[in-house]
């Protein structure tokens, strides 16, 4: 007891901690901490941040032995940590930290055909459960307290004031097979993206999990599935880039794609090039795979070509994804969503731009009136808020988690049958400047962007190739497709013989490189084999690409199987989706909104919110239709797209709402009053993407303070913005925007009744 | 920071052109060659000193390639200076001037002194456009012309400056009506007794890097 009561005197504990990861040099830390309040679980979190360790650890402790010896007992719970506490902390606790290569090739659990592991390693991994699961547990304000004692001891940097703390750990690996079933098929897509709602995605795990969220995949595949889809996906983009390259090393490339790759060339040498990924040479490997990306989406989406900003949204993806072809899929994703932005109508810019003045309007009329009374109502300090959405707002890290949450409350959007990689009206006979083949749309969309913006052209011309197959015709140079020829080629000024001279001379570093790397792997995509294995990051828990994790067997078997701790058999799953489903179908037949709220401790609220039809014929059509298809989950989404894939009008909206680790309303929040009804519905506000209304919105509240109290003009608050590029804090935004989010989807869920219940006059 | 009047400018010409780089060599003095490519607007902001009065310079360096038609026209409003750059060495940005001319004009008051510059005068064995090209452009279009190199910061200084002496001169001619904030001219807060608390630093000067 003698000991109890000296540990319980004591106030502090000094530790030294030797943190060891395999033969690399070990990294040492002191700090102190306090014993009274200090957990098992925060010693491990600690430990976490402290280094910065992003895969599983096992901790010990030196002490000595009965023989006197020193030895390294385990440290494993709360438990042994006290018994460190007590014998061995005098002078000093010395712990040690032993990395384990358990992320290794993690990230692609999902290709991983299940079934061949030898069962010993599922008790393994229910320990790992456990164990993890223990870090993701509740934090009391006074753990987070002692989180920001030791932060500070530890000189680590206090970022996240507690107060705007998220509600949830990020996710981790061991969570996100809970939404898995056990042939790796999406189970649980409304809890998934909750969860990144609430609190992000563990940077180790963002590579498997954005393809998730950028609806790269059709609903309802397997892991297995999936993984053959990756796989034909990315012959399909090596393909498509090897059509443009080839024409580029043959010096048969039409000047059109001479001019895209000029451009592209130019932009991504100032993307991001502050970031690791990017700071190599200008020829370095990771800036021509962003090269190739974006010029073999320019070329293969003539509507949309090339334009400024296309490059930033796609940095993210390749830093994320380590691997071309793969970031290209992310980003044909993410520009579904996104292609209207960088239209010449400039239609969907200026909706957002009315959306947020209505917002703000209902929720600051004060500062509203302000805005406007110095010309500034027009918001277009915004600009690249919208453009970029948000992207470049915050630190590149922190941008990566903001993207993660707003993509986490967009309704998910597979593909029908696959992602196209191309538009239909792409044609690659068109990239050639041979004498024979017509003239490449690209003059009218590059060109048009560029000349006729000056001019005022609102349109631009659309050319539909009639060439629906021409992925499969590459050999088709000579192809004479005559409705290319339409084009108003005499509008746009004749690319002269100096400039395309002048161009051929220009093409540098990357151009050369180009040629170059096109004949050492003119075999398809060995480059992107060793690309992605390439350790550009500094991580090496994700060094390991799919293409080399899996493509062997025994590389297989020796893949940790998570998802086998998620078996159950196979009725009992049927059993499960057919409940499921026909929940599903329930809330839609009622067209009744149904919420779960679980407001017990006023903490986690839930809330779901089917999305408004816009016909009551389409309603039931696409009921009826579910109903067939009740056993097959997912058909509910399925069955909206069909119906209207254009418009999304029935989408179907899972949001949970977290009031965050935050009891103080100390906060310098506008109170959230978001029940007008004059907000457009949640598939309409924003263009589809209504939380990043709010996400603009809080940002502009954030400031009023400023610019309202130094009387800004409108000159001085676009300097404001403008200065705070990189430089809001994630944390605080992201808080308040998911308060006011939650607010508005309240109401909307609201006025959704009121339809419901007027329309068919009775309640249910 | 106090001054007699402040100027609107705004940089204008295609992407890649040097844009950013005129500015940052302007304002701080240093040649970036590794910039964020601009994305709408960016500003910068610099103190200089004519006919011994303070003049605030506040620059808008706009994107070389805009999609969102409708926000340039917010670009040049107010603005008394343009400096509309090409680059020497990459004849098509010098033959699109003409497009950006009218752009200017179009959206701009009609006193607005625009300044054309051609810029990356250090490649000199890279030149494209001859100097006596971009003299008669100016002529014929009534601009004053300078070639500049924002990497050397060769004649920088002078562009900039230049185009704030001939805005000053038009002031002093009566010229620009310095009342009315569309023709891009403040008076500073010395000079105005009807708002001496306006807090023209409050925001407008703490961002500029080594401005003032």
């Avoid at chain 1, 949204?313 to 993410?334: H, N, T």
């Avoid at chain 1, 001379?505 to 060793?530: G, P, R, T, V, Y």
């Avoid at chain 2, 001169?169 to 000079?191: L, S, Y």
Wanted: a negative charge; proline letters at 4%.
């Amino acid at each position: 007891m003698a000991g109890f009561l000296s540990i319980e005197s004591r106030e502090v504990i000094r530790v030294e901690v030797k943190k060891c990861d395999g033969l690399l040099q070990p990294e040492y830390k002191r700090f102190s901490l306090d014993p009274q309040i200090t957990s098992f679980e925060i010693l491990q979190k600690t430990l976490t941040r402290a280094f910065g360790v992003k895969s599983d650890f096992t901790i010990s402790y030196l002490a000595q032995d009965v023989s006197g010896q020193d030895v390294y007992l385990s440290m494993l719970s709360d438990w042994d940590m006290d018994a460190a506490f007590q014998t061995a902390s005098d002078p000093c606790l010395k712990l040690k930290l032993d990395l384990k290569p358990f992320e290794e090739g993690l990230d692609d659990w999902d290709i991983i055909a299940p079934g061949d592991v030898p069962q010993y390693r599922f008790a393994h991994f229910i320990d790992r459960n456990s164990f993890l699961s223990s870090l993701t547990g509740t934090i009391s304000s006074h753990v987070e307290k002692t989180m920001s004692t030791m932060q500070r001891t530890l000189g680590l940097k206090t970022e996240l004031e507690p107060q705007y703390r998220a509600a949830k750990n990020p996710m981790t690996d061991m969570e996100f097979h809970n939404y898995l079933d056990s042939s790796g098929h999406m189970v649980k897509p409304e809890e998934f993206r909750i969860s990144i709602y609430q609190g992000g995605i563990e940077p180790a795990l963002r590579r498997v999990v954005w393809r998730h969220l950028l609806n790269i995949f059709p609903d309802n595949l397997s892991g297995r599935e999936r993984f053959d889809y990756m796989k034909r996906k990315e012959k399909e983009y090596y393909k498509l880039r090897d059509q443009w390259r080839e024409e580029f090393s043959q010096g048969t490339a039409s000047e059109e794609i001479k001019y895209v790759a000029t451009m592209v060339k130019k932009d991504v040498l100032r993307t991001d090039r502050m970031h690791k990924f990017y700071s190599g040479a200008d020829d370095s490997r990771n800036l021509i795979s962003l090269f190739h990306l974006l010029v073999t989406y320019s070329l293969t989406h003539p509507e949309v070509s090339y334009c400024q900003g296309m490059s930033d949204i796609a940095s993210p993806l390749l830093v994320i994804q380590k691997d071309e072809a793969q970031a290209y899929l992310c980003f044909c994703g993410v520009m579904n969503r996104l292609r209207s932005n960088f239209l010449i109508d400039g239609e969907a810019i200026t909706t957002k731009f009315n959306h947020l003045g209505n917002i703000l309007q209902i929720q600051d009329p004060v500062f509203f009136e302000y805005l406007k009374e110095h010309g500034a109502q027009d918001l277009f300090f915004c600009y690249r808020w919208f453009l970029l959405e948000l992207k470049r707002e915050f630190p590149f890290e922190d941008a990566l988690y903001m993207l993660e949450v707003m993509w986490s409350t967009l309704p998910p959007d597979h593909p029908e049958l696959e992602l196209p990689l191309m538009d239909p009206e792409y044609c690659p006979s068109l990239l050639s400047s041979s004498p024979a083949s017509p003239t490449f749309s690209i003059k009218q969309t590059v060109y048009a962007k560029l000349l006729s913006l000056r001019r005022h052209k609102s349109t631009i011309s659309k050319h539909s190739s009639s060439s629906d197959d021409s992925f499969s015709h590459s050999s088709s140079l000579n192809n004479n497709n005559s409705n290319e020829q339409t084009c108003c080629a005499n509008e746009y000024p004749k690319m002269d013989a100096p400039e395309v001279q002048e161009l051929k001379e220009k093409l540098s570093d990357i151009d050369q490189s180009l040629e170059h790397s096109m004949s050492e792997d003119s075999s398809a995509n060995s480059s992107a084999d060793d690309f992605s294995s390439e350790k550009c990051n500094g991580e090496s828990d994700i060094g390991s690409s799919m293409t080399e994790g899996h493509t062997s067997n025994t590389d297989m078997e020796d893949q940790p199987q998570f998802q086998i701790s998620l078996e159950m058999d196979q009725e009992e799953r049927m059993l499960e989706q057919t409940q499921r489903c026909s929940l599903h179908n329930k809330q839609i037949s009622q067209k009744s909104v149904s919420t779960p709220s679980k407001l017990a401790g006023g903490s986690v609220e839930t809330l779901s919110l089917q999305k408004d039809q816009k016909s009551s014929d389409s309603l039931s059509a696409a009921n009826s239709q579910s109903m067939k298809n009740s056993l097959v989950p997912g058909s509910v989404q399925n069955t909206q797209k069909n119906t209207d894939t254009s418009q999304k009008s029935q989408d179907d909206l899972h949001i949970s709402d977290c009031v965050e680790v935050s009891d103080d309303d100390s906060l310098d929040l506008i109170k959230a009053k978001m029940n007008t009804p004059d907000l457009p519905k949640p598939h309409e506000f924003g263009c589809g993407n209504p939380f990043l209304m709010f996400l603009c919105l809080t940002l502009l509240l954030q400031h009023r303070e400023q610019i309202i109290h130094n009387k800004l003009d409108y000159d001085e608050i676009s300097m404001l913005f403008d200065r705070m590029v990189r430089k809001h804090n994630v944390h605080k935004v992201l808080h308040q925007a998911r308060l006011m989010y939650s607010d508005y989807l309240r109401t909307q869920q609201k006025l959704h009744e009121q339809e419901m219940m007027e329309e068919f006059g009775v309640s249910v | 920071m106090s001054y007699a009047y402040l100027f609107k400018y705004i940089i204008i010409g295609d992407t890649g052109v040097g844009k950013s780089c005129l500015l940052l060599q302007f304002t701080d003095k240093r040649f970036q060659p590794v910039h964020d490519l601009t994305i709408g607007v960016e500003f910068g902001a610099r103190m200089i000193t004519i006919d011994g009065k303070q003049i605030k310079l506040q620059i808008w360096d706009t994107a070389g390639q805009e999609s969102f038609r409708s926000i340039t026209r917010s670009y040049y409003r107010g603005a008394a200076g343009a400096l509309l750059v090409y680059d020497i060495t990459r004849r098509d940005t010098f033959n699109h001037l003409t497009t950006w001319l009218e752009d200017a004009r179009q959206h701009s008051n009609s006193n607005m002194v625009i300044m054309l510059i051609g810029n990356k005068s250090d490649l000199e064995a890279r030149r494209d456009v001859k100097k006596e090209e971009g003299e008669a452009f100016a002529r014929e279009h009534g601009l004053i012309f300078m070639e500049t190199s924002a990497k050397t910061a060769a004649n920088v200084e002078e562009a900039f400056i230049n185009t704030a002496k001939e805005i000053y001169q038009k002031i002093q001619d009566g010229v620009f009506d310095i009342n009315n904030e569309a023709n891009g001219i403040k008076i500073g807060p010395q000079h105005s007794p009807t708002n001496s608390s306006m807090p023209s630093g409050g925001g407008g000067s703490s961002q500029s890097g080594g401005c003032c």
